[in-house]
């Protein structure tokens, strides 16, 4: 029923958020929106704030060889990529089916 269809959705999500592999990273495995959600947090929330934590946590110890500066721009660089891959994407497709990668049908 729709609990079990909400718990499975929930767990996938999860899954999504911690998995390396695409296999759960695809819109057609959950809705649009939580994919969606799911990138926009990877890309906004998770990315930065890891990298914060570990430039935190490693203050005084040396053993990141890169300066948190260059680290921050390299991280802009790969999100500026991966919005510019986005925005090539959505102008590229097909418009009848744009909807797909954001909204359910």
């Known amino acids: 029923g ?3 269809g909400l718990f499975g959705h ?4 999860l ?3 911690g998995c390396p592999f695409t296999f759960f990273r695809h819109p057609a495995w959950v809705s649009p929106s939580v994919w ?3 990138l926009v947090y990877s890309l906004f ?3 930065p704030l890891m990298l914060f934590t570990a ?3 490693d203050r005084g110890n040396g053993r990141i060889n890169v300066s948190e500066l260059e680290a921050w721009y390299a991280l802009a660089g790969a999100m500026a990529t991966a919005l510019f ?3 090539l994407l959505c102008a590229t497709m097909n418009k ?3 909807h797909t990668f954001y909204a359910p049908k």
């Open 2 to 4: 729709a609990v079990v």
């Open 10 to 13: 929930m767990l996938i999500y």
């Open 15 to 17: 899954c999504m958020l």
């Open 36 to 38: 969606l959600g799911a």
């Open 45 to 47: 929330v998770a990315n």
């Open 55 to 57: 430039y935190h946590l």
């Open 85 to 87: 891959g986005a925005a």
């Open 96 to 98: 009848s089916r744009r």
